[in-house]
Structures are given as structure tokens and as C-alpha cells.
């Protein structure tokens, strides 16, 4: 299909318009299915692309058409524009929708899909082109009086500039992100953020600028129509991070509030700091109002159209630099759709479309929390997981990909149960967002929802995000970069279920399994219950936990109930084979304790309100081909070895570098155990490894007999 083909589209200014009535979604998982939510409440038909290791993905299902990408990696299918283009052709869409990530904010990819005829949504060409480049679009924001942090030449760092921060040129979502605070390292963190840039945008251009070691994540929201207006549709906040990337997202901004509230009672004493121009504070004006200015200016100068983000750097007094512009839609938009009440995807499809935006700004209105629900282990290095993903279940859902107009939670995700987590892409499992009145009643309602949350299949970040949103310091608002670093990655990341609260969801488990074993037993159904006449050893059960190590569990059926070895006076009130109901000895009197518990092969998960605990199943008997010598070190996830630091041989120190994982787009070191000799690598760059596989093995010398 040619431009000239469409009779019902305008073309102006290389720019194809018209009206929309099939949108190809150029992207994958949670984000295809949240612009299909908004096409299918608008009539509009939806096409997916997918790469082959999507093929069962729900947004391939939910789609009116669907067109494979071959391949698996990024580079062979969501990276490859012109395939995407043939398929939007192909399966007749007339608009194209890039999400983030992967080519949203290629202006290549832009131009050529208004090339084919087809209605691009997203910003001009020419914008994405200026905001492209961080190092030019600085410049440029600095010429339309914008405070900026000034950028600096990788050749050029100096001892007196450290610590510095490397940053891809070309994109964001932490790849490509290196924090540098001795100069020694930087030819290497400079070259390994040049080859995740590569991989995750296409482009290793990389740049350098100074590294603020704390400070406040704030973003605004615009949206300008092809008419000339432009709204601050409201500021974020996402300033607590991990490898710079946001894992808590919220609106309003916390710190806007504060400081505005400061403003509202003493302007005089605020407008002494400020230091006067259009964005970095003229006299007796917020911050707010001083974000939202700069926003407009940054929007205003390079003719821009849709929807997109300016992003600052603050601190606690409410200056604020300049970081970059995302020439698309954010990840964390849903917390300002919460809060203004818009649906921006729909505001994207009509603008593209050539419409104004409504003469009328919406107004804010209460509080919205979004936290990313990741399949990784902040507790061991943010280790990112794959397998299957038996059961996602939220509580309090209320909506999904949708517009909240009451207190609850919306889920935004790109799995369902018995999705597959695989290698070649980012593990988020979801976007869980709360919407109230207040931001504490926000937090609380979030953090209650991912407490009970049922999460199956893979380790995730569930208790570090519950932590971070109980936390004093966040229910203060005292939030900064260096939020885990300030309060304790190990604190944060520990399982929110207590050691005598795991033990007895543990001793659930057990039960659950006797009764299960009993149920399956014809025999056994047979018999009046599981007792004996005559005393008998108790029997056994065991279980793997990750956190605190091997449980037995020792039971005892009696005339009168249950015993269990260490549970004195413990009472077995209902049991089956998914559910248990114990009557728990308290200081008080007895507490009645319901168990659920949920089985895939030998993984045993139990949720309660104790909180969630998931463990193995141990076999009575273990073959001994199955256990690992020590010293070596196995694959934490499937992934590609792209890099060796040792040879067989070699003498090597405990945490030395012995070579790197491609996982998930980002690059993993494995390092030594201990200090020792290398005396096996199992492994050649460009190999692919599954998870569990032994990597290398490293033997502690022996003592010199002598």
C-alpha cells in the first residue's frame, strides 16, 4: 500500500494522516496489549507482530491479526523495521504504534513508515531525529533555557569529574548504564555499556556526564496536537531505582508537593533559591508550575506532536536539571492516566489522526502508585529468571489497561497463567498500580495486594516492593536515587514471610501432601483414618527452601487430631489436598490460620496472610549422579556467553570475573566462588547455556604438605 493509495488519508508535511481502522502494534507483550485494550474500546481493529519465541504470547492471541517475525532475538524480529512494515502491509493496517523500547524512538523507522503510506503514531520524524541523540538534544534544551547537566567527552573524563554516569545515546530502560567512580574502569564499563546499547537499540553511541549520588527522578507528561497546543498533562516521580531503572513509579511527585506546600506558605523564603529564567525558578513560582514551563518549552522547540516525556533531575530544594526527552509513551503512564483521568493511548490515536486535543485540561486527582513486577532476585545481584509462569493473580483487581474511577488496583501485563518468562527480552511480569484518594491509602492498598498476591513459577521482586511501600522513609515521601543503597538492598529484599511463619506454612505443605497421597490410594481411601491403634514412628516429609535451607517436617496422626514435631498443641480444624486449616497456639488462646497450597511437579506453593512461601519437594532418596562437585559454578539463568575472563589453569580470586552471561539484554558476570585454581571451563564464546548447566569449576589449593 502506497500513500497515494489511501484515498481517505492527508499527507502534510511528509506526515500521513487520516483516519485509523487497523493499528499494528511495532512491539510485544504487556505494552501490544495495552494500546489493543484502548483500539478495541474505540472500534479499532488491532494487528500483532511476534518473534517465534512469542508465538503463544496473549497479545499474539487478543490480536485480529497476527503476522511472525522469525526468530527469537531482538536483532532478528522487533528490531527489524522493515519486516515489520511488510507485515502492517501485509495484514492491512493503515497505522502503526511502536509502544517503548525497541524502535519506538527511531527516527529511520519513523520515516519509513510513513514512507509505505501508513499512519505513524508518534512524534515527527524531526523530533524524534533532535531528541535522539542525548548528547545534541542537551545542547538544544540548553539554548531554549532549560537547565542541563553538562555533557562530557568519554575521551576527556578526568580523575576531578568522578563519579560519572555512562549513558546510551540512543535509548533508556537502564541500557547501556554504567556508573563509573574509578577512572580505571571506565575503557571497560564504557566499552561493555557500548555493547548492551548495541544490542538493546541498535546504536553503541555512548556519552558521559557528572553522577549525582542522590537525587529526585521527576518526569512530565505532554501531549501536543498537530494545532499548536501543548498541555503539562502532570508530573511522576521515579526516583527509586535499580540499575537505573525505575522500579516505583507514583503522581503526583512527592517532592513537588513538599516543595509547593513549603512555596504556598512562604513564598518569599522558597523564591531566595531560585535562580531566576524560565525553568529554573523565576521569583514566587512553584515548582510545579516551573516543571511544567520547562516541559512546554522543551516540547515548543523542536515542533512536537503526541505524546511524550521530559524528564529532570532534582534535588531536595527543588532545582532541577534537564536529563532527556522519550519521543514516545512511558512505561509509567498509567499512574497519570490515574490521575487526570485520560486515556493516553486514546489521546495518541487522535492525534495522529489530525483532531485537536480538548479545549479543556483535565484537572489532577488523587494518588497512583505503580510498581514493575519483575521476575528477578534483587536479593542475589537483581538476577533475572526465566521459566513458566504458573499462576499471576492479583487481588483487588478492578480493571486492567484501563482508567480507574474509584480506589483499587489496575493490573497492566503481558503474561497470563502458564506464560513461559523466556531469555530475549526484559523480565517484567507486570505494571501492578494503585489508585486513591491519598498517597497513603495508595500505598497501603498496593502493598496489600502484592502481599497476597498469588505468584507461581518463578522467584520475583514481590517482597522487596512490598517492603520498599511499608517503608517509613517512602511513606514520608523522602525518596531519592539512592533509595536501596540508603536503607539496605539485604532489608529490603528479605522475605516478607517471618521463620516460624514459613515453618508452619511448611508443615501445611506436609499436610496437604499427606492427603493428597491418601486421595490418590484406593486403598488407602478405604481405611477409617490415618492413625494407628499402637504408637508408630511419626512420618517425614522434607522441602528445599531458597531462603532458609531443608525442612523436615515430623507428623503423627492420632485419635484426637494431628502431632507435629515443635507445634505443641497445634490443631488440624479441615485438611485436603489444596487446602489446610490449623488452629495455632497463641498467648491469648488459640488463632485459626488458613493455608492454600498449589502443586506444579515439585514445587509446592502456599499462600496464606502470613504471607506467601514457595518451596521444593525433596525425593526420599537422591542419586548420586545428581549432585554437583564443589566449587563450580552453574548457569543463574539460560542465556549466550559472550565474553571469557580465565583459562583453564588460571589462578583466580573469590568474585574475579570468569566470564559473562547475554541474558535478557543485559550482560551478567559469573565470578569466582573462591579463591583458587580454574581446573574446568565448560564453555566457548557464543555458546548457548541452559539454566543449571556447570559453567567452569574452580578448586581451593591444597595445603602444601610441606
Known amino acids: 500500500m502506497s500513500s497515494a493509495s489511501r484515498s481517505d488519508s492527508v499527507t502534510v508535511g511528509g506526515r500521513v494522516t487520516g483516519p485509523i481502522t487497523n493499528v499494528l502494534v511495532a512491539n510485544r507483550g504487556e505494552i501490544a496489549r495495552r494500546v489493543f485494550a484502548t483500539c478495541r474500546r474505540m472500534g479499532i481493529g488491532t494487528t500483532a507482530v511476534y518473534s517465534d519465541a512469542d508465538a503463544a504470547a496473549p497479545h499474539v492471541a487478543e490480536a485480529d491479526a497476527a503476522v511472525r517475525l522469525p526468530g527469537n532475538t531482538p536483532a532478528e524480529t522487533y528490531l527489524r523495521s522493515e519486516l515489520i512494515i511488510e507485515a502492517a502491509l501485509s495484514a492491512g493496517a493503515d497505522a502503526v504504534h511502536p509502544g517503548y523500547g525497541f524502535l519506538s524512538e527511531n527516527a529511520e523507522f519513523a520515516r519509513a513508515v510513513q514512507d509505505a503510506g501508513l499512519v505513524w503514531i508518534g512524534p515527527p520524524v524531526a523530533a524524534i531525529e533532535q531528541m535522539g541523540s542525548k548528547v545534541e538534544s542537551k545542547k538544544m534544551m540548553d539554548a531554549a533555557g532549560v537547565p542541563v547537566l553538562a555533557e562530557l567527552d568519554p575521551a576527556e573524563v578526568t580523575e576531578a569529574h568522578l563519579p560519572v554516569l555512562i549513558k546510551a545515546s540512543a535509548g533508556g530502560g537502564g541500557r547501556g548504564m554504567r556508573v563509573v567512580r574509578d577512572l580505571a574502569d571506565l575503557t571497560e564499563q564504557i566499552e561493555a555499556a557500548r555493547r548492551e546499547a548495541e544490542s538493546a537499540f541498535g546504536d553503541p553511541t555512548v556519552f558521559c556526564e557528572r553522577y549525582l549520588e542522590t537525587g529526585r527522578h521527576i518526569e512530565v507528561q505532554i501531549m501536543s496536537d498537530t494545532h499548536g497546543t501543548t498541555w503539562a498533562v502532570g508530573e511522576r516521580e521515579c526516583s527509586i531505582q535499580r540499575r537505573h531503572q525505575k522500579v516505583v513509579e507514583e503522581a503526583p511527585s512527592p517532592l513537588v508537593e513538599k516543595i509547593d506546600a513549603l512555596h504556598a506558605q512562604a513564598p518569599e523564603a522558597v523564591a531566595e533559591r531560585d535562580h531566576g529564567g524560565a525553568a529554573g525558578g523565576a521569583k514566587g513560582r512553584g515548582m510545579r508550575e516551573r516543571l511544567f514551563e520547562a516541559a512546554r518549552l522543551a516540547a515548543e522547540a523542536i515542533g512536537y506532536e503526541g505524546a511524550g516525556t521530559v524528564e529532570f533531575l532534582a534535588d531536595e530544594k527543588g532545582d532541577f536539571f534537564f536529563l532527556e526527552m522519550n519521543t514516545r509513551l512511558q512505561v509509567e503512564h498509567p499512574v497519570t492516566e490515574q490521575t487526570t483521568g485520560l486515556d493516553l493511548v486514546r489521546l495518541q490515536l487522535q492525534v495522529a489522526g489530525g483532531l485537536p486535543l480538548p479545549a479543556a485540561q483535565p484537572v489532577q486527582r488523587g494518588h497512583s502508585i505503580e510498581v514493575r513486577l519483575y521476575a528477578e532476585d534483587p536479593a542475589h545481584d537483581w538476577q533475572p529468571q526465566s521459566g513458566p509462569v504458573h499462576r499471576i493473580d492479583i487481588p483487588f483487581t478492578t480493571g486492567e489497561f484501563t482508567v480507574l474511577t474509584e480506589p483499587g488496583v489496575r493490573l497492566d501485563t503481558g503474561v497470563v497463567d502458564g506464560s513461559v518468562v523466556g531469555v530475549h527480552y526484559d523480565p517484567m511480569l507486570a505494571k501492578v498500580i494503585s489508585y486513591a484518594d491519598t498517597r497513603a491509602e495508595a500505598a497501603h492498598l498496593l502493598a496489600t495486594a502484592l502481599q497476597r498476591a498469588k505468584l507461581h513459577g518463578l522467584v520475583t521482586n514481590r517482597d522487596l516492593l512490598v517492603r520498599v511501600l511499608r517503608h517509613p522513609a517512602f511513606l514520608a515521601g523522602d525518596t531519592d536515587t539512592a533509595f536501596f543503597a540508603t536503607h539496605g538492598l539485604d532489608a529490603l529484599a528479605a522475605p516478607l514471610v517471618s521463620e516460624d511463619d514459613e515453618k508452619l506454612s511448611i508443615v501445611a505443605a506436609a499436610l496437604a501432601d499427606a492427603a493428597r497421597n491418601r486421595a490418590a490410594n484406593r486403598y488407602a481411601r478405604l481405611a477409617p483414618s490415618g492413625w494407628r491403634n499402637l504408637p508408630s514412628q511419626p512420618q517425614r516429609k ?119 552471561l547475554e541474558a535478557m539484554k543485559m550482560e551478567h558476570r559469573i565470578v569466582a566462588p573462591a579463591s583458587g585454581v580454574l581446573s574446568a571451563l565448560n564453555v566457548t564464546v557464543g555458546q548457548q547455556v541452559e539454566v543449571g548447566a556447570v559453567l567452569a569449576v574452580v578448586d581451593e589449593p591444597s595445603e602444601d604438605p610441606s
Open 542 to 660: 522434607s522441602y528445599e527452601s531458597r531462603v532458609s535451607g531443608t525442612h523436615e517436617v515430623r507428623y503423627r496422626f492420632t485419635r484426637t487430631g494431628i502431632e507435629v514435631e515443635g507445634f505443641a498443641g497445634l490443631e488440624l480444624l479441615d485438611l485436603s489436598p489444596e487446602r489446610v486449616v490449623l488452629a495455632v497456639p497463641g498467648e491469648r488462646g488459640p488463632v485459626r490460620r488458613q493455608f492454600e497450597i498449589a502443586r506444579y511437579d515439585d514445587l509446592v506453593a502456599v499462600d496464606s496472610p502470613l504471607g506467601p512461601v514457595s518451596v521444593r519437594r525433596l525425593p526420599r532418596f537422591t542419586d548420586p549422579a545428581d549432585q554437583v562437585a564443589a566449587g563450580s559454578l552453574l548457569a543463574p539463568m539460560p542465556g549466550s556467553v559472550i565474553r571469557l575472563g580465565a583459562a583453564v589453569g588460571d589462578r583466580v580470586e573469590q568474585g574475579q570475573p570468569i566470564l559473562w
